[in-house]
């Protein structure tokens, strides 16, 4: 079946760092894949999307691209702000007909002043 | 603000009990899903409804069951409550079936505690 595997957290931050939180799948065919984010206390937001190889996905500052290759879609971020502190979820809808999302652990992310 | 909303926020039940959840989805929007957040945990998918009927379902007993209605509400109804259902419930919805292109749209949850 289909899977998710997304670096465990948390991962703290201070202002204006790098980020990156590694994610990749298993899955058969071409799945759709996007990044979800989940602010304290709210329900999961999506945050980007990829729906095939080699697109790149952007929000608010945020970029994942979409390799087959390495059957990854890793998040990054130039610099990141407090409000940026959250939880992220990797997830890739299947091919095909109906698919359920799978998705990954989630990463704590805490961005520090 | 997604326009999805969910009720009640917080619940506690006691085991063996039976529980009903709610969800409000945005108009328009004819599938609606049902995930399950475990503490520290990624949601799971629970089922999926397409215009009032279930198509799809995860590996959950059949103690979970939902139900949709065609003003866009939806029930998620859980019998016979274990300890290991506590957890927060998810519900989104989305415009169409199948197109990826449509944003799944979540709603806030709702926490279930069962003591």
């Known amino acids: 079946g289909n899977s998710v595997t997304q670096m465990e957290g948390p991962v703290t931050l201070s202002e204006e760092a790098f980020l990156t939180i590694n994610c990749t799948y298993t899955a058969t065919g071409y799945p759709s894949l996007f990044w979800y984010v989940q602010y304290p206390g709210e329900g999961l937001q999506l945050l980007l999307k990829?729906?095939?190889?080699?697109d790149k996905g952007s929000n608010k500052g945020f970029e994942a691209t979409y390799r087959k290759e390495t059957t990854s879609f890793h998040l990054e971020k130039g610099s990141v702000q407090v409000s940026d502190s959250a939880v992220y979820f990797c997830a890739l809808r299947g091919s095909g007909g109906y698919q359920k999302v799978t998705f990954g652990i989630g990463t704590k992310l805490q961005v520090i002043p | 603000e997604t326009g999805v909303t969910q009720s009640p926020t917080h619940l506690i039940k006691t085991r063996g009990q039976q529980v009903t959840l709610r969800c409000s989805s945005q108009?328009?929007?004819?599938?609606v899903s049902w995930y399950q957040q475990a503490l520290g945990q990624g949601p799971q998918f629970i089922f999926q409804?397409?215009?009032?009927?279930?198509?799809g379902r995860g590996n959950f007993p059949p103690r979970f069951s939902g139900l949709q209605f065609p003003n866009y509400s939806s029930e998620l109804n859980v019998n016979a409550l274990e300890l290991d259902d506590s957890a927060l419930y998810l519900c989104?919805?989305?415009?169409?079936?199948?197109?990826?292109?449509?944003?799944?749209?979540f709603g806030p949850g709702t926490r279930l505690t069962v003591l």
């Open positions: 108009s328009g929007h004819n599938t």
């Open positions: 990829a729906t095939k190889a080699d």
């Open positions: 409804y397409y215009r009032e009927e279930e198509n």
């Open positions: 989104a919805s989305k415009r169409g079936q199948l197109d990826d292109t449509d944003t799944q749209y």
